[in-house]
């Protein structure tokens, strides 16, 4: 199959939806299909162009047999809401032309958000007869009215409008977890149109590794330290703060370690809520480069899952999967009826507590600190949980039927 997938995010960005399209793209070259993609000039999460891509309007790339034609985007460091639709604007504008130039694909596949790129993947597929897969990694934009990004009725209605647009010409709508099913129904998606494929991870690359001799315990003197860590995106959807004072909870426990990765940006932020709150056993570093990912998560005894209580069914942490494979166990500070808690919960492999409650949080990193057969034991189940449901090749293989069930001559 000739296969083109239309994505905002791809490799190099090192976290959010970028890794997993790249694997699927790759994945799908390894089984002999053509695979071009279509996305931006790298920028996430640093919101910079990145180094040798700045300055460009297109850029065609080759890499482990994909072709990537990347197109200008606007990006800006601290985007305005009037900057974030800008950037996508822009890129549904210059991706578009980019897009034109290939040969008519069996397939197109495209991720959201962003919402708007339903509308160049809408056109390509009308222009080629092509049916359109689109894989939704969160609920838009209700994600967005409840963390209060989008405010202004007028720009709801407009993105309520391109959500309708979006699912009415897709061919299949795929989704993430079970919750997203339900939301859809209700919002009167068919049900035949609607796929359930779990992110993944790639449990040969992510896998448990024991903490002794740990280059990232030993470079940040984490050595003896019960270690929670939290990696990935910071934003509004997180709460991050809520990790910062649970942090003020143990203090008086010198041998546990609180420890964020992110982006360097948000960090500053975080650094200064710390000083504010005196959390002196907080550990603040920049994302780690991708191929060190499985020796930071084995420095962990526990991963945290972090979510503000207006979170509910519209957003699943591809984190989850990534800690469950690493054997670390899992403490979630999300909402109880959310999508993260229900995976969590099903998986076995770790703790629930309620959202942006600083004690609930501490207190349960201290129980574990005292019980390690309990972590230990959460580990094994969230490893041989993800082994049974969130493997690449599982999804790989899901989504290679589908292309050749929908694909028209």
């Not at 694997?23 to 931006?40: C, N, P, Q, S, W």
């Not at 209700?186 to 590794?209: E, G, M, S, T, Y």
Request: glycine fraction near 6%.
């Amino acid at each position: 199959m000739h296969i083109l997938i239309y994505s905002y995010n791809y490799h190099p960005e090192p976290i959010g939806i970028a890794p997993l399209v790249t694997e699927l793209a790759e994945g799908l070259v390894k089984k002999g299909h053509t695979v071009r993609v279509v996305t931006g000039m790298p920028n996430y999460p640093q919101r910079r162009i990145y180094e040798g891509y700045r300055g460009k309007l297109y850029l065609t790339e080759l890499t482990n047999g994909v072709a990537i034609q990347r197109s200008y985007v606007w990006v800006r460091p601290k985007p305005s809401l009037l900057d974030r639709l800008l950037l996508e604007t822009s890129f549904v504008v210059t991706s578009f032309v980019h897009a034109l130039r290939g040969k008519r694909p069996d397939v197109i596949f495209t991720t959201a958000p962003p919402l708007p790129v339903a509308v160049p993947a809408a056109l390509l597929g009308w222009i080629h007869r092509t049916p359109i897969v689109l894989n939704l990694q969160d609920i838009l934009p209700d994600a967005a009215v409840h963390v209060g990004l989008l405010k202004n009725p007028k720009l709801i209605r407009i993105f309520e409008a391109l959500e309708k647009f979006a699912y009415r010409t897709a061919t299949k709508t795929t989704v993430i977890a079970d919750d997203f099913v339900d939301h859809l129904l209700k919002k009167d998606v068919p049900a035949q149109k609607i796929v359930q494929i779990p992110n993944w991870v790639d449990v040969n690359f992510i896998r448990p590794l024991p903490k002794e001799n740990n280059g990232f315990r030993a470079a940040h003197q984490l050595t003896d330290k019960f270690v929670a860590l939290y990696s990935g995106n910071i934003a509004l959807t997180q709460g991050l703060e809520t990790v910062i004072e649970a942090a003020t909870r143990l203090l008086d426990v010198p041998d546990i370690a609180i420890v964020i990765v992110g982006e360097e940006h948000a960090l500053q932020r975080l650094r200064n809520y710390c000083e504010t709150c005196g959390a002196t056993n907080v550990t603040l570093l920049p994302l780690q480069p991708r191929e060190t990912l499985p020796e930071m998560l084995a420095a962990a005894d526990v991963g945290l899952v972090v979510q503000k209580q207006n979170v509910l069914c519209f957003n699943m942490p591809s984190k989850i999967q990534v800690l469950l494979a690493s054997g670390r166990a899992l403490v979630a500070s999300v909402p109880a009826t959310g999508t993260a808690a229900r995976a969590i919960q099903q998986s076995s492999g770790g703790i629930v507590v309620p959202p942006e409650d600083p004690d609930a949080l501490a207190a349960k990193i201290l129980e574990l600190y005292h019980n390690p057969d309990k972590v230990k034991v959460l580990g094994e189940k969230g490893r041989q949980y993800a082994l049974e449901n969130y493997t690449f090749e599982q999804a790989l293989n899901q989504y290679e039927e589908l292309f050749a069930a929908i694909q028209k001559p």
